[in-house]
């Protein structure tokens, strides 16, 4: 299985400060690093690959390989991010992760990539609607629904669920609560992040 933390975008509301690389919230033994370390952390776990998506010249330092085509080179966002992502994935299972969700759980995760096995997508829905950037593909189903959303001019990443008939992973409403991210410095408040 192959993991893509998605990287791209931005970051105008965070003043162009990289996402990913803002404090995570202390851990239980008091520990801290970045999201994305942390994020990468866990998702090894559950993956033999970890690659970034978009581009990824702020994480350069992680020395973690990064992908990114000229679709996404030219701003068509996360739906691009995800064509190349499974383009790359060669017919494997990949997990889609924003880099930018400092709450999610290695349960969560343990979850995501086990549930419904023979799905061609996983993911949550919260009020009816996907977390694209939270959820499990099936390349060798999934690649083609992708390039003929993009194709088509829709740039919604949720269009690629609908499309391929994805399986919704049940999550708690603490779960649901942990795929919040990080836009906004207010999105922080309260986490002692500077």
Excluded: N
Excluded at 55 to 74: C, N
Excluded at 98 to 121: E, G, I
Excluded at 168 to 182: F, H, N, V
């Amino acid at each position: 299985m192959i993991a893509g933390v998605f990287v791209g975008g931005g970051s105008r509301r965070m003043g162009g400060r990289p996402k990913g690389l803002l404090p995570a919230p202390r851990e239980a033994d008091g520990s801290q690093t970045t999201v994305i370390a942390r994020t990468i952390a866990i998702v090894r776990e559950q993956c033999d690959d970890v690659v970034l998506v978009g581009r990824a010249d702020a994480y350069a330092s992680l020395g973690v390989r990064a992908i990114e085509d000229d679709v996404a080179a030219r701003g068509e966002g996360p739906l691009a991010g995800l064509a190349a992502l499974l383009d790359y994935a060669g017919g494997a299972t990949v997990i889609a992760i924003a880099c930018d969700m400092p709450y999610v759980t290695r349960a969560m995760l343990s979850r995501l990539a086990s549930y419904a096995p023979d799905a061609a997508a996983v993911a949550p829905r919260e009020d009816g609607t996907w977390s694209p950037l939270f959820a499990r593909y099936d390349s060798s189903r999934v690649a083609v629904v992708a390039h003929a959303t993009l194709a088509s001019g829709a740039r919604a990443v949720h269009a690629v669920l609908d499309a391929c008939d994805a399986r919704e992973l049940p999550l708690s409403r603490e779960e649901c609560a942990a795929l919040r991210d990080w836009d906004a410095p207010s999105d922080m408040a309260g986490e002692g992040a500077s």
